[in-house]
């Protein structure tokens, strides 16, 4: 297999925040979504649980793909989970749900694990790991609670908050790479690249004024 081949990264996911940190970093994924049952999954180590579906959503998206010769294909698939008081808290299955949980939460800490399953077509191999960021909530009121779960931002995301959207002011301070808590860390994908013999500068592409083409920047080895 030659290193040179174009690199086509799969997103084994439909977070728009994964692919807009992808994006962000100059990488511009392909988007399939897994449809993994999520509840097939019970373990009781939430950094267990995270890597496990992480795995599971590439590996089901990677059946989907047929190989090509002309270039190699990637399929990252990821999972987030966030670990407070004991218990493994996913996305809140309804509004109650996720207002009990900020009323919990409120004023405390909880550690957000993010799996990733790195997966190189190609090759056959699997490079994998889980990130985790200690996440401090703010102490926020009642009225703040209600209006941030009528949004319904907390019911699609995993802990029912986000740092980058309208969760942001609700979370005082993190340790740890704030990509963990996004759902994609751009540094653990640089090592797991590493891992295959990859570089995440192959991966850099660079869109044209108004987006009308894209030219892969990568794949230029010293």
Same mark, same amino acid.
């Given at each position: ?15 728009? +925040? ?27 180590? +939430? ?20 190989? *090509?010769? *002309? ?59 889980? +990130? ?10 009642? *009225? ?39 759902? %994609? ?7 797991? %690249? +590493? ?28």
């Amino acid at each position: 297999m030659s290193a040179s081949l174009p690199l086509r990264l799969v997103l084994a996911s439909a977070s728009p +925040a994964r692919r807009k940190s992808l994006q962000a970093a100059g990488i511009e994924p392909d988007v399939l979504v897994s449809g993994v049952d999520e509840s097939l999954v019970v373990t009781d180590r +939430a950094e267990d649980l995270c890597l496990e579906l992480a795995r599971l959503k590439a590996q089901a998206v990677l059946t989907r793909l047929n190989a *090509d010769v *002309d270039q190699r294909t990637l399929v990252i698939g990821c999972d987030s989970v966030l670990a407070f008081d004991g218990e493994i808290l996913g996305k809140p299955a309804d509004p109650a749900e996720a207002t009990r949980r900020w009323l919990r939460m409120r004023g405390r800490s909880g550690v957000l694990h993010s799996g990733h399953c790195l997966i190189d077509m190609v090759a056959g191999r699997r490079a994998e790991a889980v +990130a985790s960021t200690t996440v401090h909530f703010a102490d926020i009121g009642d *009225d703040e609670i209600a209006a941030y779960v009528a949004t319904g931002e907390p019911l699609a995301v995993a802990g029912a908050f986000t740092i980058d959207g309208l969760g942001g002011p609700f979370v005082e301070r993190i340790e740890g790479d704030p990509g963990t808590v996004v759902g %994609l860390s751009m540094p653990l994908l640089r090592r797991l %690249l +590493a891992e295959l013999d990859l570089r995440i500068t192959d991966l850099w592409t660079t869109v044209a004024p108004g987006g009308q083409s894209v030219e892969p920047l990568g794949n230029v080895r010293s």
